[in-house]
């Protein structure tokens, strides 16, 4: 029988989440960037599943995060095992309060949007 240290660490985002937490009873809690950087430094890249596509949450890990690129093998997860666990990156996007607009080279770009990011802490208890 598998233990919780022989299930990946999984990596998922909002839509991740949703088809992860199919069935079974759940923990969750809010995790600092730092404390999700940490998590994922001390797990081999072998020992974690990627379970998005989403480009800007990678760019999230390894540019804002700071830890080292790493290429986590991909796997689309349904269902989380009982004592396995999960680094959840939430993006949540907004209008922007204020529309500043920038000129290059004669090209006008406007900021319509603030784009957040938070993580959480996932453990599939039973």
């Given at each position: 029988m598998k233990t919780n240290k022989d299930l990946p660490l999984l990596l998922l985002d909002n839509?991740?989440?949703?088809?992860?937490?199919?069935e079974g009873e759940f923990k969750c809690h809010n995790l600092t960037l730092e404390e999700a950087k940490h998590i994922l430094e001390i797990h081999k890249e072998e020992d974690v599943l990627r379970?998005?596509?989403n480009s800007d949450i990678e760019t999230v890990m390894y540019?804002?995060?700071g830890i080292a690129k790493r290429d986590f093998a991909y796997k689309h997860i349904r269902n989380m095992r009982p004592g396995?666990?999960?680094i959840v990156f939430k993006l949540y996007v907004?209008?922007?309060e204020t529309q500043p607009v920038v000129h290059v080279d004669n090209?006008?770009?406007?900021?319509?949007?603030n784009v957040y990011v938070y993580c959480q802490y996932l453990m599939r208890i039973s």
């Open positions: 839509s991740a989440m949703m088809s992860a937490l199919n379970c998005f596509s540019q804002y995060l396995q666990d999960a907004t209008p922007s090209v006008e770009a406007k900021k319509i949007q």
